[in-house]
Every structure is written in structure tokens, then in C-alpha cells.
């Protein structure tokens, strides 16, 4: 019994230490998806203004630019995928992976090539496990991403959208984040960020009844163009990696209270374990006392008669 009373305290120290690491790990976490979802409010303006913007030269000229003209054949679509650098977030990594296949799939079973593009460890191991292409990764920036960090991505993938399909360019662009929707609830999706479709845009990007107003290009709108879409797309991308950084916050922080509350009720199971174990072997000491005491006066009656 001693030994078995043992192993329950050691277990007890064991599983109370990892409560004290998960308990400080989801405070941490609580604190950064506050961070990352001011971020994300904080971005939206802009977004929505360069959004605007692009939209009017797009709709208010007949000019084709490669980024917001589909091509007649799609032989080529770039996809790129969101993830983070760490683990202990329960399932924000794997469902981003997943609508990431099931979006590859698609691609391919529609007869298309498809360009891998990765941000975050996590993404890049799955891949690399399975022995998967992947055309170029980040890593090091999806806690705290920054729009230095979103223009880095954004370089690679403008100049393949701009590139001949033949010379190892892309038709269409892609990309796969986890939208931070409230702190119970991220929704892993896909978007087409290129070519734009400007009657979808259009709307996001104009409140109902509000008529766009109608402009001058100086020197050209396909100059316009070459200037606003990187803009776009990198504010696109600055957004999705906010987003994520929050959900991902936001998970670590649900998983890491759930990890704290189980080791709670761990503690509580161990520790009435160990009560059951002390009582026990109480109670055979009390027995052997009281074995003894009979058997030594079974034997002083003996001597007497």
C-alpha cells in the first residue's frame, strides 16, 4: 500500500506542475488574441479603401490587365496556405490543412496545376512528411506578422501571377487562413484573391445604394493598375495573416483551459485515489495492531493455565 500511495503523490506533483504551465500558457495567449484582434480592426479601413479603390479602376475602365482578366484557360493556380509556427493550438492547424487539400483537389479534378506556397512550420512539416512540392515558405512571424512580413509573401506571388504560364507562372492565386470570427468560434476558408472578380468586389467593397464615383486616369489605368494591385493583394494577405495569428491565439488560449480544467479533474481523481490508499493501509495497520495484541493475549492465557 505504501507504495502504491507513493506513486499517487508523485503523480499529483507530476500533473500539478504541467496545470501551472498550461494555466500560464493560456494567460499568455489570452493577452495576445487581444493584441492581434486590435490589429485586425486596425487594418480594415485601409483594406476596405484600397479595396474601393481598386474596384473603380477596375469597373470605371475598359482596360484588360492580367490581374483582373481571367484567363480563357486556366493551366496553373497558385494556393497559399496559412498555418503557424507552433503546435498546442488543437485544431486550427490541421483544419487550415485540410480546406487546403480539399481547395487542391478541386483545382486538380478541374484539370489545373497547382503551386504550393506556405506560411508557418506547421504547413510546411504536414507537406514535407508526405512528400508534397511546396514552391517557397515563411516562417518565424505568424504570432505577431507585420506588413513587412505580408509583403515578403505577397513579392513571390505577384511576380508568378505576372508571368507567362509557360515560363512557370500562375493563372489564378489562392489563399488558405482561419477567420477569427469571436473568441469561441475560427473558421477555416478559402478565398481567390487573383484574378479579381470586381462584381464580387464591388459589393464588399460598396455600401448598398452608394454609387462609386467616376475618375480620371493619369497617366493610364493600366498604370493605375500596376501600381493598386500589389497593394491590394498585400493588404489581402496583411489581413489574412492577422486573422490568423488571432485565431490561432484564440485556440491555444480554449485548448490550454481545457488542458488546466482537465488536469483539475486529474488532481481531484488522483488525490481520492491517494485518500483511498492512505485509509487502506490505516486500516491494515490497525488490523495487524490488533492481530497481534489478540495473539499475544492468546499466548499470556496459555502460559497462566
Known amino acids: 500500500m505504501g507504495a502504491q500511495l507513493r506513486v ?5 506533483r507530476s500533473v500539478t506542475a504541467t496545470k501551472k504551465i498550461t494555466k500560464a500558457m493560456e494567460m499568455i495567449a489570452a493577452s495576445r488574441v487581444v493584441k492581434a484582434q486590435r490589429k485586425v480592426v ?3 479601413p485601409y483594406a476596405t479603401e ?8 477596375g469597373t470605371g475602365s475598359n482596360t484588360k490587365h492580367p490581374l483582373t482578366t481571367q484567363a480563357e484557360t486556366v493551366v496553373r493556380s497558385a494556393v497559399l ?7 498546442l493550438a488543437g485544431a486550427f492547424n490541421s483544419n487550415a490543412i ?6 487542391t483537389e478541386r483545382l486538380e479534378a478541374e484539370g489545373k496545376e497547382v503551386d504550393t506556397y506556405i506560411v508557418g512550420r ?5 507537406y514535407n512528411f508526405r512528400e508534397r512540392k511546396v514552391v517557397e515558405s515563411w516562417s518565424g512571424f505568424t504570432d505577431e506578422p507585420t506588413y513587412a512580413d505580408a509583403k515578403k509573401v505577397a513579392g513571390p506571388l505577384i511576380e508568378a501571377i505576372e508571368k507567362d504560364t509557360a515560363e512557370g507562372g500562375v493563372d489564378e492565386l489562392h489563399i488558405v487562413f482561419t477567420e477569427f470570427v469571436s473568441m469561441m468560434t475560427q ?13 464580387e468586389v464591388a459589393k464588399e467593397a460598396t455600401p448598398k445604394g452608394e454609387i462609386l464615383p467616376l475618375y480620371d486616369f493619369e497617366p493610364s489605368a493600366e498604370d493605375v493598375l500596376d501600381a493598386l494591385l500589389p497593394r491590394y493583394v498585400e493588404s489581402r494577405i496583411y489581413n489574412a495573416l492577422l486573422q490568423s495569428a488571432a485565431s490561432k491565439h484564440a485556440a491555444t488560449r480554449r485548448a490550454m483551459k481545457s488542458a488546466t480544467d482537465n488536469a483539475g479533474e486529474l488532481i481531484t481523481t488522483l488525490s481520492r485515489l491517494a ?11 490497525i488490523s495487524e495492531i490488533v492481530g497481534g495484541s489478540a495473539a499475544l493475549a492468546d499466548a499470556t492465557a496459555g502460559s497462566d493455565r
Open 98 to 103: 485540410k480546406v487546403a487539400e480539399q481547395l
Open 275 to 285: 485518500n483511498a490508499a492512505r485509509q487502506a493501509e490505516i486500516t491494515q495497520e
Open 122 to 126: 506547421r504547413g510546411l512539416a504536414h
Open 187 to 199: 473558421t477555416a476558408l478559402d478565398d481567390r484573391l487573383l484574378p479579381l472578380s470586381l462584381e
Open 81 to 87: 496556405l496559412l498555418t503557424s509556427d507552433r503546435g
Open 50 to 57: 484600397l479595396t474601393r479603390a481598386v474596384t473603380a479602376v
Open 8 to 12: 499517487y503523490k508523485r503523480r499529483i
Open 42 to 44: 486596425a487594418s480594415t
